[in-house]
T-cell receptor
Framework: GAGVSQSPSNKVTEKGKDVELRCDPI?????LYWYRQSLGQGLEFLIY????????KSGLPSDRFSAERTGGSVSTLTIQRTQQEDSAVYLC?????????????FGPGTRLTVL | EDQVTQSPEALRLQEGESSSLNCSYT??????LFWYRQDPGKGPEFLFT???AGEEKEKERLKATLTKKESFLHITAPKPEDSATYLC??????????????FGKGTLLTVNP
């Protein structure tokens, strides 16, 4: 596709359940980022993938959060044992690799609601 | 720690009334400063990248400028369709190949007809 796509667009889950959020980056973009946008807060960095390198997980808020990127393309963010404070919009962005124009292009986001 | 502060939090303008949004930043070394527009229920839409003090970029009614401490987004003769949240973000040198963005909380702009 022409842009970054994310699925699902909305996810409602019960506290304690696991959820998986998917991101499909722009074709040819080697860098992929996950951010979280909570009500009244700015976008918060979570995790970064570059090609086949080990991801930078420095922004993950707890060990309940994990992410993987298969084949250098699609990425999945997994939240285990969800808590109410995990409710937010999860945004994925992609960009060309380091040393190139590094504007990040965002997907539409997944709105997660934990009841 | 990198920090970005945007002001005002909200701005209401009449159509045609020009104004400016401010983005103040502190960063160990600036790789780039980015402006995005975000409409309700959508992801941020890229507007501009500025790399060095004195640089300016323009797009339609928007012009972004950069100094060593802040950036301004000037809106000339705005229209109701310019209503959105405008986000400022910085990329810092020293993150290795991690070009993560540090965002401000945004300015909610409303332009009334």
């Amino acid at each position: 596709g022409a842009g970054v796509s994310q699925s699902p667009s909305n996810k409602v889950t019960e506290k304690g359940k696991d959820v998986e959020l998917r991101c499909d980056p722009i074709s040819g973009h080697t860098a992929l980022y996950w951010y979280r946008q909570s009500l009244g807060q700015g976008l918060e960095f979570l995790i970064y993938f570059q090609g086949n390198s080990a991801p930078d997980k420095s922004g993950l808020p707890s060990d309940r959060f994990s992410a993987e990127r298969t084949g250098g393309s699609v990425s999945t963010l997994t939240i285990q044992r969800t808590q109410q404070e995990d409710s937010a919009v999860y945004l994925c962005a992609s960009s060309l690799g380091p040393g190139q124009r590094n504007e990040q292009f965002f997907g539409p986001g997944t709105r997660l609601t934990v009841l | 720690e990198d920090q970005v502060t945007q002001s005002p939090e909200a701005l209401r303008l009449q159509e045609g009334e020009s104004s400016s949004l401010n983005c103040s930043y502190t960063v160990s070394g600036l790789r780039g400063l980015f402006w995005y527009r975000q409409d309700p229920g959508k992801g941020p839409e890229f507007l501009f990248t500025l790399y060095s003090a004195g640089e300016e970029k323009e797009k339609e009614r928007l012009k972004a400028t950069l100094t060593k401490k802040e950036s301004f987004l000037h809106i000339t003769a705005p229209k109701p369709e310019d209503s959105a949240t405008y986000l400022c973000a910085v990329q810092a040198v020293g993150g290795g190949s991690n070009y993560k963005l540090t965002f401000g909380k945004g300015t909610l702009l409303t332009v009334n007809p």
